[in-house]
């Protein structure tokens, strides 16, 4: 072939070379989608317990909510911040107190925060020794059987203001003393061995009782005797 032919081939490969269409670069693989982070549960505020029963007892008062645990409680001996806790949780923010004078030689002065409603707490001020080695450190007058800011009262054998003698009978009151109101029957002592000794004396909780069998106050605590 002459050379002017070749030449001219080699052209025309060359052309045809340089008008191929590329080869098809391979498609790049999409990264598989983030997994989408799953919300991690909000905290719950535990709820605040809700006061439903007040319980008088010999040896104290306890605080009981609506599911029946107790959330507070106080011995008679107890500091007053410690029972004004218990007893602000139940009723709401305790009132000015008022003082009650004591008689200068057996009893001490006291403070009386007159709950609204027919509940009242005492407690021993201006003392020289530890509460616990007075006669009576602190005590409770309940003169209401309705609930007051919604919490109920009771003693621990389930007296209530309103209640009749015919309830308190049925816990067959080892002790009865004349009151004012009435009679005041006594139940639930502290340390059932010393309700008859003669020279000690163990708190209890009184029922006292009008003359038409109504139950108009419960006290807490109230001594077995008087030794003084």
């Known amino acids: ?4 032919l070749l030449a001219l081939a080699a052209l025309a ?5 340089a008008c191929a269409a590329p080869a098809p670069s391979s498609t790049p693989t999409a990264a598989p989608a983030a997994a989408s982070a799953t919300p991690s549960p909000t905290p719950t505020t535990p709820s605040a317990p809700v006061p439903a029963e007040l319980v008088v007892r010999s040896v104290g008062v306890q605080l009981y909510d609506s599911a029946g645990t107790e959330i507070g409680a106080f011995a008679w001996a107890d500091e007053t911040a410690t029972a004004l806790a218990v007893l602000e ?17 057996h009893y001490a002065d006291y403070e009386a925060y007159e709950f609204l409603g027919g509940f009242t707490y ?3 001020i201006n003392l ?12 409770v007058q309940v003169d209401t ?16 203001v309103g209640g009749t003698l015919a309830q308190v009978l049925a816990l067959s009151p080892p002790l009865n003393y004349p009151h004012a ?16 000794d003669l020279e000690n004396s163990t708190d209890m909780v009184a029922a006292v009782v009008d003359g038409d069998g109504t139950i108009m106050r419960i006290s807490a605590p109230y001594p077995s005797r008087s030794l003084i």
């Open 1 to 4: 072939m002459p050379r002017r």
């Open 13 to 17: 490969v060359l052309s045809l070379t």
């Open 89 to 105: 949780l139940a009723f709401g923010p305790a009132p000015v107190p008022s003082i009650r004078a004591g008689d200068g030689t």
């Open 128 to 139: 020289e020794k530890p509460r616990a080695e007075y006669f009576l450190p602190a005590t």
């Open 181 to 196: 109101l009435g009679t005041a029957y006594l139940v639930d002592p502290a340390d059932p061995a010393l309700v008859t």
């Open 122 to 124: 005492f407690t021993a």
């Open 145 to 160: 059987g309705e609930p007051i800011n919604g919490v109920s009262i009771r003693t621990g054998d389930g007296l209530r």
